[in-house]
């Protein structure tokens, strides 16, 4: 056995092994009802399961947006945690901007994500866009995908 072959043999030996351990490790999965999410700005709370890290699962919001013209249905749903990135608090969600404009002095014209440790406010119309506070970004998002009347959250982005 020359070297090329023997460094071959030592290179492609786990290919075969992770390809089986995949085949065994399957995504964390979490199918919602789209029932709650049909009116513009409803929202449904839930816990994504997490494997490693401090927490058993991941808490977070599915809120339906305004469709805006838009064609596909899941191109108007906003799926992201709801642990604030700045230092870990549970986000709430507000509905009504005046709520949010008496607790966080952010005025807003559609309802936001809040932060009530260090008053950080995210937009959901934006993508969740910092608006206010010391958060240095937006929450981290979840892919999903509809299935017929099911909103089913895959994976953290």
């Known amino acids: ?10 290179f492609l030996l786990p290919l075969p092994l992770i390809k089986l351990l995949a085949r065994w490790v399957e995504a ?7 029932a709650p999410l049909e009116a513009p700005w409803s929202s449904l709370e839930f816990q994504f399961p997490q494997a490693e890290g ?4 991941i808490p977070a919001i599915a ?3 305004p469709n805006n013209g838009m064609k596909k249905p899941e191109e108007a749903v906003f799926v992201a945690s709801r642990v604030c990135p ?5 986000l709430l969600y507000f509905k009504d901007p005046a709520q949010a404009l008496q607790i966080f002095r952010v005025p807003t014209e559609n309802p936001v994500l809040g932060c009530p440790c260090h008053l950080s406010v995210f937009d959901l119309k934006q993508e969740g866009k910092v608006i206010n506070g010391p958060a240095p970004r937006p929450p981290f998002r979840f892919g999903f995908r509809v299935e017929g009347k099911k909103l089913v959250v895959t994976d953290l982005k």
Not at 1 to 10: C, G
Not at 28 to 34: F, K, M, P, Q
Not at 54 to 57: K, Q
């Open 28 to 34: 964390a999965e979490v199918t919602l009802d789209l």
């Open 63 to 65: 809120v339906r947006l």
């Open 1 to 10: 056995m020359n070297r090329r072959s023997l460094l071959k043999f030592f």
């Open 54 to 57: 401090p927490r058993t699962s």
């Open 86 to 90: 700045h230092e870990g608090c549970e």
